[in-house]
């Protein structure tokens, strides 16, 4: 069985303020996937990482997939209250009994204050 | 693109009620969805991947007479609880790939609160 460790379970943090939130398996993913989640609504993708090393920006947020992608963070510079929300990784395996399921981390509850 | 519709939003019934939740892929094909449970802010747990033309593969300690899977086209996967009670109280989630071979995202839909009274 795969395990997705996300750290930490909860943030509070005040506006301007930076953040990480990490990923950590023992096990390698052939791609790892971020999604935000608001209360009441699904997950919504917003990255998806492939190489090992790679790294991605999408405005304030910066993603990074370990280089023998077996973890993930997500670095947010300078959060805002709009960032408040669930944050979800969830590892993907492209093969084998376990193909095209999510093992997804515990979630990271953050909060953003004005 | 790769938009994902689940109905009914919010559902309240009494015990003993069977609920259906649909999940549709409104813009792609889905050769595979996959079905959801959530509490209250906690992560998703995976309780079934539905396979269309073919049985649904369930997860460990889900009772599949009790959750009830049907993925009859590509484009409609249905969850039916039967005889619900108050314990499958949740928010349930379904997701769909857009198919290739593992490394494509899935797209998840708005969910579905459960409320058993």
């Known amino acids: 069985t795969q395990l997705l460790e996300q750290s930490p379970q909860f943030l509070s943090i005040q506006e301007g303020e930076n953040l990480t939130v990490y990923c950590n398996s023992s096990s390698v993913f052939s791609s790892l996937q971020w999604y935000r989640q608001e209360p009441g609504e699904g997950p919504v993708l917003l990255v998806t990482v492939v190489t090992g090393g790679e790294v991605k920006k999408l405005k304030r947020l910066t993603f990074q997939f370990g280089d023998a992608r077996k973890d993930s963070s997500l670095h947010i510079t300078a959060a805002q209250p709009g960032d408040t929300g669930l944050y979800l990784c969830?590892?993907?395996?492209?093969?084998?009994?376990?193909?095209?399921?999510?093992?997804f981390g515990q979630g990271t509850i953050l909060t953003v204050h004005p | 693109g790769a938009v994902v519709s689940q109905h009914p939003s919010w559902v309240i019934c009494k015990s003993g009620t069977s609920v259906k939740i649909e999940c549709r892929s409104l813009d792609f094909q889905a050769t595979t969805m996959f079905w959801y449970r959530q509490f209250p802010k906690q992560s998703l747990m995976l309780m079934a991947t539905?396979?269309?033309?073919?049985?649904?593969?369930?997860e460990q300690g889900v009772e599949k007479d009790k959750f009830l899977i049907n993925h009859a086209s590509l484009t409609l996967s249905t969850l039916t609880v039967t005889s619900a009670h108050p314990e499958d109280s949740s928010f349930y989630i379904c997701?769909?790939?857009?198919?290739?071979?593992?490394?494509?995202?899935?797209?998840f839909g708005d969910g579905t609160r459960l409320s058993i009274l």
């Open positions: 969830a590892g993907a395996n492209a093969g084998g009994t376990s193909y095209g399921k999510l093992t």
């Open positions: 539905s396979n269309e033309g073919s049985k649904a593969t369930y």
């Open positions: 997701s769909a790939e857009t198919g290739g071979y593992g490394n494509q995202p899935q797209h």
